[in-house]
């Protein structure tokens, strides 16, 4: 029995021919660095995110040369993409011409209600998703009204910033339903976890719209992964969330493998490879951050959803990788390698990961062999 939250029931969305919401699996997202207005380096970068696992891909649209250079990059992307685009509404036409699967913009950023219009009417035509995106650090000041009303509430300093990200939202999200428009998607991110927890909870109760988790700015690899997994893991834990991103300063390829990571420890999607590997301390006496890493870097590769322990002594080892679909229990130089709770062998240190690598790709190779029966028959 599951001791997470049933998911918050959304609208359906689709990006292209990728669902989001309505009970569909949870999207992974990132977004490209590459220049767009480079469209051979931006297309390798959306291989090179598709090949990890992302599902959609976000690209910033800042002038019309970069949307110039849309029609050379959309029909050749193998995922759909999203235009990330401010201000300026045509730039918001052209990539509707270039045949973009979804915007990010905010309407109430445009300033000429007819523009609002025009990009709505051409949404609307193409079947196109919109998704309104409040950044705490991009909403417009907070008026006094606003701040009394909220102080008669008592409300705490990350409510009342909750609130005006929200409303601010629900704002920009008028402006589309005034026009009959209701493919949205929502997101409020924020760098600090207490305040973007507290919008996102608050606007799941508003409206049935599909929410796109993320912690902006985060932060580099170490702090930002911690960062965004607090912060998207705990409100996907209580049910709220139907596509995320993980902002990090890195390489967005890495967004996407800390993304999975977070779906795969709630047991929310299951892909690739999990590393089950203990902390190590004074019983281990083989060098296991040697051989723990080895096997990390070989598992990138593995898209099947297999689980691998590397275990370091006899307290934890031996139950650890009997639960495993492949492990090791190491001590005193050696390792006893599992297979399915089965011990399969004894092999010498220099030897467990050559072992494992071996067991790894045979199970492999037979789901492979049972699927294509199984397609056969």
Same mark, same amino acid.
């Given at each position: 029995?599951?001791?997470?939250?049933?998911?918050?029931?959304?609208?359906?969305?689709?990006?292209?021919?990728?669902?989001?919401?309505?009970?569909?699996?949870?999207?992974?997202?990132?977004?490209?660095?590459?220049?767009?207005?480079?469209?051979?380096? #931006?297309?390798?970068?959306?291989?090179?995110?598709?090949?990890?696992?992302?599902?959609?891909?976000?690209?910033?649209?800042? *002038?019309?040369?970069?949307?110039?250079?849309?029609?050379?990059?959309?029909?050749?992307?193998?995922?759909?993409?999203?235009?990330?685009?401010?201000?300026?509404?045509?730039?918001?036409?052209?990539?509707? *011409?270039?045949?973009?699967?979804?915007?990010?913009?905010?309407?109430?950023?445009?300033?000429?209600?007819?523009?609002?219009?025009?990009?709505?009417?051409?949404?609307?035509?193409?079947?196109?998703?919109?998704?309104?995106?409040?950044?705490?650090?991009?909403?417009?000041?907070?008026?006094?009204?606003?701040?009394?009303?909220?102080?008669?509430?008592?409300?705490?300093?990350?409510?009342?910033?909750?609130?005006?990200?929200?409303?601010?939202?629900?704002?920009?999200?008028?402006?589309?339903?005034?026009?009959?428009?209701?493919?949205?998607?929502?997101?409020?991110?924020?760098?600090?976890?207490?305040?973007?927890?507290?919008?996102?909870?608050?606007?799941?109760?508003?409206?049935?719209?599909?929410?796109?988790?993320?912690?902006?700015?985060?932060?580099?690899?170490?702090?930002?992964?911690?960062?965004?997994?607090?912060?998207?893991?705990?409100?996907?834990?209580?049910?709220?969330?139907?596509?995320?991103?993980?902002?990090?300063?890195?390489?967005?390829?890495?967004?996407?493998?800390?993304?999975?990571?977070?779906?795969?420890?709630?047991?929310?999607?299951?892909?690739?490879? #999990?590393?089950?590997?203990?902390?190590?301390?004074?019983?281990?006496?083989?060098?296991?951050?040697?051989?723990?890493?080895?096997?990390?870097?070989?598992?990138?590769?593995? *898209?099947?959803?297999?689980?691998?322990?590397?275990?370091?002594?006899?307290?934890?080892?031996?139950?650890?990788?009997?639960?495993?679909?492949? !492990?090791?229990?190491?001590?005193? !130089?050696?390792?006893?390698?599992?297979?399915?709770?089965?011990?399969?062998?004894?092999?010498?240190? *220099?030897?467990?990961?050559?072992?494992?690598?071996?067991?790894?790709?045979?199970?492999?190779?037979?789901?492979?062999?049972?699927?294509?029966?199984?397609?056969?028959?």
């Amino acid at each position: 029995m599951s001791l997470l939250a049933p998911r918050r029931l959304t609208r359906p969305v689709y990006v292209g021919n990728v669902r989001i919401g309505g009970g569909a699996p949870i999207v992974v997202q990132s977004m490209a660095t590459a220049d767009t207005r480079d469209p051979k380096a #931006t297309l390798r970068q959306i291989q090179e995110l598709a090949d990890a696992g992302c599902e959609i891909v976000r690209i910033a649209v800042p *002038d019309r040369k970069a949307a110039a250079a849309l029609p050379d990059i959309v029909p050749h992307s193998p995922v759909p993409l999203i235009a990330d685009i401010h201000f300026e509404h045509t730039l918001a036409l052209k990539a509707l *011409d270039a045949g973009i699967h979804g915007l990010r913009l905010n309407p109430g950023n445009i300033r000429k209600h007819e523009d609002v219009r025009e990009v709505v009417k051409k949404a609307k035509e193409r079947n196109t998703p919109i998704r309104i995106g409040v950044n705490f650090g991009s909403v417009a000041p907070m008026t006094e009204e606003f701040v009394d009303e909220m102080a008669q509430q008592h409300a705490t300093q990350v409510e009342l910033v909750a609130e005006h990200m929200v409303r601010s939202a629900l704002g920009h999200i008028q402006i589309l339903e005034d026009l009959d428009y209701d493919n949205i998607k929502i997101s409020l991110k924020a760098f600090e976890v207490p305040v973007m927890l507290e919008a996102y909870k608050r606007m799941a109760t508003r409206n049935a719209y599909p929410l796109h988790l993320g912690v902006t700015e985060a932060g580099t690899p170490r702090a930002g992964s911690v960062r965004s997994a607090v912060g998207i893991g705990t409100l996907l834990a209580v049910g709220i969330g139907d596509t995320i991103r993980v902002s990090l300063t890195t390489d967005p390829v890495e967004e996407v493998f800390v993304a999975y990571e977070i779906l795969k420890s709630l047991e929310l999607r299951q892909k690739g490879a #999990t590393l089950v590997a203990c902390p190590t301390c004074g019983r281990v006496e083989v060098d296991l951050f040697s051989i723990a890493n080895r096997v990390e870097a070989f598992l990138a590769e593995i *898209d099947e959803p297999i689980k691998v322990a590397v275990m370091g002594c006899v307290v934890n080892g031996p139950g650890e990788a009997r639960d495993s679909d492949v !492990g090791v229990a190491a001590g005193r !130089g050696k390792g006893l390698i599992f297979r399915k709770g089965e011990i399969v062998r004894t092999v010498k240190e *220099d030897e467990i990961f050559d072992a494992l690598k071996a067991e790894v790709n045979a199970l492999v190779a037979e789901r492979q062999a049972e699927r294509e029966l199984a397609a056969v028959v």
